[in-house]
């Protein structure tokens, strides 16, 4: 880490839009370089004055359509570099993104922009009856605005996306609810709502789907606390089927936060003398960089008798 891409990145440090690694990283930096440990304090202060403004808070109706115009935007947009003007190329498009806070900033204005006619076409946010909901899969779902549970009743509402928000209610039983869980663990950018998801989804892994749907998550979402209620899924299915002892593996193996690795080796203990997971453990025993996570496969391998 230096201090030019410490500059560079700043912001997405103040508003926790990094990686693990990343951020882990530059927080050592700024704590060894003094100048850099200035230009952190300045960009909080930036994030606290410009919280202090009032917000307006843009119309569900607006929002919706200016999303759906950017994806558009994104997605046709044409590049000019020689041969490359005749090819989209998304990693450049994502490269630029991260870099250029400001370049984001234009988009999304555009975007909102040309939103602005769609708007005017669509209709008042509603409440949606079970019994009429659309199939998710014809709603053209822009996004899940967010999921509630009534412990009382176990009945569970969820707020999306079409044109306009709408919201429908219902047991976890109900076809449509399901869907929608499942299209908002995966498929939603809202953290906050993929881990309420995946947790009111973590009680159905006898469904095939759903479990297939819990080691995708697992193994590919960003956040750790999905990852974690992942994990809290698939546990009862460790011992019979070697798929989920697979991801459970992988996580193991290769997930970044050091609470979700802890929580997979948990999950398989009672399955340590299988040679997939023995293996496992003998791997991290000898060469991971967490010391925890070491001794813990120590301990395991040291658990069981020896192979003759």
Not at 35 to 64: G, K, T, Y
Not at 114 to 124: I, N, W
Not at 228 to 238: I, K, S
Not at 296 to 306: I, K
Request: charged share 25%.
């Amino acid at each position: 880490m230096n201090c030019e891409l410490f500059k560079q990145n700043v912001i997405l440090l103040v508003y926790e839009e990094l990686a693990d690694d990343m951020l882990f990283e530059m927080r050592q930096h700024a704590g060894r370089c003094a100048a850099c440990h200035q230009e952190l304090e300045s960009a909080q202060q930036f994030r606290s004055d410009v919280s202090a403004i009032p917000m307006v808070e843009p119309a569900p109706n607006l929002l919706a359509a200016s999303r759906l115009r950017l994806q558009e935007a994104l997605e046709t947009a044409e590049q000019h570099h020689g041969w490359r003007a005749w090819v989209f190329d998304p990693v450049d498009w994502l490269r630029q993104l991260r870099f250029s806070p400001a370049l984001a900033a234009v988009i999304l204005i555009v975007g909102f922009a040309g939103g602005v006619l769609t708007a005017f076409r669509v209709s008042h946010p509603a409440t949606i009856d079970p019994g009429t909901i659309d199939s998710p899969a014809e709603a053209s779902i822009a996004g899940i605005r967010g999921i509630t549970q009534d412990p009382s009743t176990n009945t569970i509402q969820i707020s999306y996306d079409k044109l306009q928000q709408a919201s429908t209610r219902g047991s976890i039983d109900n076809p449509d609810i399901e869907k929608l869980l499942l299209y908002a663990a995966h498929a939603q950018q809202n953290p906050g709502v993929r881990v309420e998801s995946v947790s009111i989804l973590s009680r159905k892994c006898h469904d095939t789907q759903i479990r297939e749907t819990m080691m995708r998550a697992l193994l590919d979402d960003r956040n750790p606390g999905v990852r974690l209620q992942a994990l809290d899924g698939l546990e009862e299915y460790v011992k019979e089927d070697i798929q989920v002892r697979n991801a459970v593996i992988q996580a193991l193996l290769n997930d970044s936060n050091p609470g979700v690795r802890t929580e997979a080796i948990r999950l398989l203990q009672p399955v340590k003398a299988d040679s997939m997971v023995r293996s496992a453990f003998e791997r991290l025993a000898r060469q991971d960089n967490n010391e925890y996570i070491r001794s813990e496969s120590e301990r395991t391998l040291n658990s069981l008798p020896p192979i003759d």
